[in-house]
T-cell receptor
């Protein structure tokens, strides 16, 4: 099963509203990252939060990390139509199988103009 | 411009015909990795490389080979492609295993095996 699991799978909001996506993971991590993907194109790195950090901001993005619950959330404030994309969380960490980067299945965000 | 370049962007091939997807980065990154993306499954790691001549298996390495003879290049080789390898493939690189700045991704290679 996937380590990182996003919730919800799909989200549809109006322009100007906030969008919140959640990610859960199973093992110990060094960091957690969020990426954006526009329709079958390459992923674009948005933000990285280290395991000893609890919250991080970048422009309209706010990421939180709760290592006790093994979960993270990505908040996009004042969403725009151009934010329409799929969003993925990814975790980096060392396990019994070596160094692993594991992506979730993604949240599809649709922002209506 | 700092980038990861994959080639080709699209490829249709027949079962059993060996192929190579190239990946090159110009950022002097130590770490490179290959993923495949399938609907509903997100990205799954195929192989990764911490540095030149150092490669290791990801979660779905079966049917794939890689090599890292020089820092900038990390080709993905399918010795005998099968239809279940039809997928969207991404190469990514990072300074040090994603621990600092995350990964830079290529634009993807859409492979169809018939």
């Amino acid at each position: 099963s996937q380590q990182g699991e996003e919730d919800p799978q799909a989200l549809s909001i109006q322009e100007g509203e906030n969008a919140t996506m959640n990610c859960s993971y199973k093992t110990s991590i060094n960091n957690l990252q969020w990426y954006r993907q526009n329709s079958g194109r390459g992923l674009v790195h948005l933000i990285l939060i280290r395991s000893n950090e609890r919250e991080k901001h970048s422009g309209r993005l706010r990421v939180t990390l709760d290592t006790s619950k093994k979960s993270s959330s990505l908040l996009i404030t004042a969403s725009r139509a151009a934010d329409t994309a799929s969003y993925f969380c990814a975790t980096d960490g060392w396990g019994t199988g070596g160094f692993k980067t594991i992506f979730g299945a993604g949240t599809r965000l649709f922002v209506k103009a | 411009e700092a980038q990861v370049t994959q080639n080709p962007r699209y490829l249709i091939t027949v079962t059993g015909k060996k192929l190579t997807v190239t990946c090159s980065q110009n950022m002097n990154h130590e770490y490179m990795s290959w993923y495949r993306q399938d609907p509903g499954l997100g990205l799954r790691q195929i192989y990764y490389s911490m540095n030149v001549e150092v490669t290791d298996k990801g979660d779905v390495p079966e049917g794939y080979k890689v090599s890292r003879k020089e820092k900038r290049n990390f080709p993905l080789i399918l010795e005998s492609p099968s239809p279940n390898q039809t997928s969207l493939y991404f190469c990514a690189s990072s300074l040090l295993g994603g621990a600092l700045y995350g990964y830079t991704f290529g634009s993807g290679t859409r492979l169809t095996v018939v």
